[in-house]
């Protein structure tokens, strides 16, 4: 069953601005972590929060967790024209070694607009 | 470069063909995986390398055989695919613990006619 899913699934905001996806997961994890994907090519990944972190940063990117919650939510601050793309969120299950292969979302897909 | 690198980039492929996906990593990884992307899914884990020892493998129909020589290497050899199997297929490599994230390839376009 799919794990991460991702809210809202597209977004369109003008550039400056600040976009906030969110992601809701269903079992205990180990970690969770953020990828992004421009069109058609592989996924790169930007920030990983541990199930015992709450809030952690990375340049213009902002990830919390709420284990209770089972959710997480990525933050793009100071938007720009490059950053469009999806963004997809991933668990590492709980239990696993760390490479059992991570569970993906469907994705948010965001556009800057100039 | 991401540091894996997946060839051919794209592939057509008849239904009666064989054909090998080839993914190349030397990142120092331990672990390895294929994924498979289609439109408007999730991403979907196939299989999973550790030391190069399959220890996944969800479901996935038998026309689909992977093989990892070393742990920098892992292929995908198709046959008789089907249409729906029209997808990026994506190779990925971790730390055998995971932690660092998942290194992708740019992928391969396969389309089965």
Known sequence: ?114 | ETGVTQTPRHLVMGMTNKKSLKCEQHLGHNAMYWYKQSAKKPLELMFVYNFKEQTENNSVPSRFSPECPNSSHLFLHLHTLQPEDSALYLCASSHETGMGGYTFGSGTRLTVV
């Open chain 1, 1 to 114: 069953s799919q794990q991460g899913e991702e809210d809202p699934q597209a977004l369109s905001i003008q550039e400056g601005e600040n976009a906030t996806m969110n992601c809701s997961y269903k079992t205990s994890i180990n970690n969770l972590q953020w990828y992004r994907q421009n069109s058609g090519r592989g996924l790169v990944h930007l920030i990983l929060i541990r199930s015992n972190e709450r809030e952690k940063h990375s340049g213009r990117l902002r990830v919390t967790l709420d284990t209770s919650k089972k959710s997480s939510s990525l933050l793009i601050t100071a938007s720009r024209a490059a950053d469009t793309a999806s963004y997809f969120c991933a668990t590492d299950a709980f239990g696993g070694g760390g490479a059992d292969g991570l569970t993906f979302g469907k994705g948010t897909h965001l556009i800057i607009q100039p």
